[in-house]
Structure formats: C-alpha cells, structure tokens
C-alpha cells in the first residue's frame, strides 16, 4: 500500500529555518502532484506548496512566497519544503499529500488522495 512519511518538524525561534522532508512508497513522485498543507487546530487545512508531477510547475500561499520552497529528489523518491525567514504564524502540524490534479489556484484536501501523518512545527516569537 501507499505511504507517505514527513519527517523533519520541530521547535525553532522567529527567523530560523526547518527542511520538512517526505518520502513515498509504492508512489513514485514524477508521477503525482505533490504539496505540503499545514493545520492549526479547529482551523481547515490550507494548501502551502505544490509541484506538478513533472516538475515544471511550482504553488506557493501568498503566505510563504520567498521564504518557502519546495523541491523533490526523483532519485531518493523524497519531497522537501525548505522553510526560512519562519514565523510564530507558520506554527502549524505539516502534512505531505500525493495528488493528480494541477490547479493554479484554489487548491483543496480533495485534490489529493494520499496523505502523511503530519509533523509538527512550532516557531516561537
């Protein structure tokens, strides 16, 4: 069956920077749609980055346009989220999901079909 693994969370001061990484089994990433969603509690989870399953194209949240950047390893079949310049609102769990839809907007959870357990992050001000 599919998996996808985050790793990489953790607690970080305002300004720092944190490298999420996500590896997927039995998937391989240059055939999906692959992003990262955050969740905050009683909040709905909101789309942070995407990248097109052939690399080409790339999604980021006004929110973390220039300080977040995703990339993809093809070869380790791994997906990261490079995070900098990071604030107390970025505090949120993380969550790698695996998709077959481009979209240049509007991103939502239904677009993608399989799903990380999520990793925390926590920025303190």
């Known amino acids: 069956q599919v998996q996808v693994v985050e790793s990489g969370g953790g607690s970080v001061q305002a300004g720092g920077s944190l490298r999420l990484s996500c590896t997927a089994s039995?998937?391989?990433?240059?055939?999906?749609?692959m992003g990262w969603f955050r969740q905050i509690p009683g909040k709905e989870r909101e789309g942070v980055s995407f990248i097109k399953w052939d690399g080409r194209d790339t999604y980021y949240a006004d929110s973390v346009k220039g300080r977040f950047t995703i990339t993809r390893d093809i070869a380790k079949n791994t997906l990261y989220l490079q995070m900098t310049s990071l604030k107390s609102e970025d505090t949120a769990m993380y969550y790698c999901a695996a998709g077959t839809k481009w979209r240049l907007a509007g991103w939502g959870t239904g677009d993608f079909h399989y799903w990380g357990q999520g990793t925390q992050v926590t920025v303190s001000s």
């Open positions: 039995r998937l391989s990433l240059d055939d999906y749609t």
